[in-house]
Antibody
């Protein structure tokens, strides 16, 4: 059973960098066919995808956050990490890490979906 | 970005009811549509992927249909544990985007 666990500070000051790590257990982050994503949820709001990384290090970031986001991977520790710079109160949210499955469909095409999620960690931006 | 719009935003129903939630994409996304259930204080849980494929372990009362721009999630007979918020999400292209959610409440 794959499990993901977020860790990092729950309080970050404005203008500083938010840093979170997701530790994967029960499976290898280096397995092909999986991307590793960060998703956030503002209090009482919907879900916003931040970006993903493949075990090789290739990344894709949501253009809305691209200038401030860095996602990295450490395959030796089976972890991937998120850094979000120059944070403001608008970055206060629950941050989730999730496994993003790449599945080739029988009739052709490839579908992606988030099958395993961490429990989420609330990060508050406040002085 | 592809915009995902769910309707209704909230819904009241009773145990045993048949419920349908709709999701509309701002452009065609073929069948690259997933559905998630989220309970308060918990992470979302995958229910349906590729529009109609039931995730392993999810009860068969959940079903999905649609392609192109219009999709539905149906719960055939509501159970007490089904009262939650439901989200659709497209994986046709990046950035991945979610609907705003449909909150299913007990009548």
């Amino acid at each position: 059973q794959v499990q993901l666990q977020e860790s990092g500070p729950g309080l970050v000051k404005p203008s500083q960098t938010l840093s979170l790590t997701c530790t994967v257990s029960g499976g290898s982050i280096s397995s092909g066919g999986y991307y590793w994503s960060w998703i956030r949820q503002h209090p009482g709001k919907g879900l916003e995808w931040i970006g993903y990384i493949y075990y090789s290090g290739s990344t894709y970031y949501n253009p809305s956050l691209k200038s401030r986001v860095t996602i990295s991977v450490d395959t030796s520790k089976n972890q991937f990490s998120l850094k979000l710079s120059s944070v403001t109160a608008a970055d206060t949210a629950v941050y989730y890490c999730a496994r993003d499955v790449e599945e080739w469909l029988p009739l052709g095409g490839v579908c992606y979906y988030f099958d395993y999620w961490g429990q989420g960690t609330l990060v508050t931006v406040s002085s | 970005d592809i915009q995902m719009t769910q309707s209704p935003s909230s819904l009241s129903a009773s145990v045993g009811d048949r419920v349908t939630i709709t999701c509309r994409a701002s452009q065609s996304i073929s069948s690259y549509l997933n559905w998630y259930q989220q309970k308060p204080g918990k992470a979302p849980k995958l229910l349906i992927y590729a529009a109609s494929s039931l995730q392993s372990g999810v009860p068969s009362r959940f079903s999905g249909s649609g392609s192109g721009t219009d999709f539905t999630l149906t719960i055939s007979s509501l159970q007490p544990e089904d009262f939650a918020t439901y989200y659709c999400q497209q994986s046709y292209t990046t950035p991945r985007t979610f609907g705003q959610g449909t909150k299913l409440e007990i009548k």
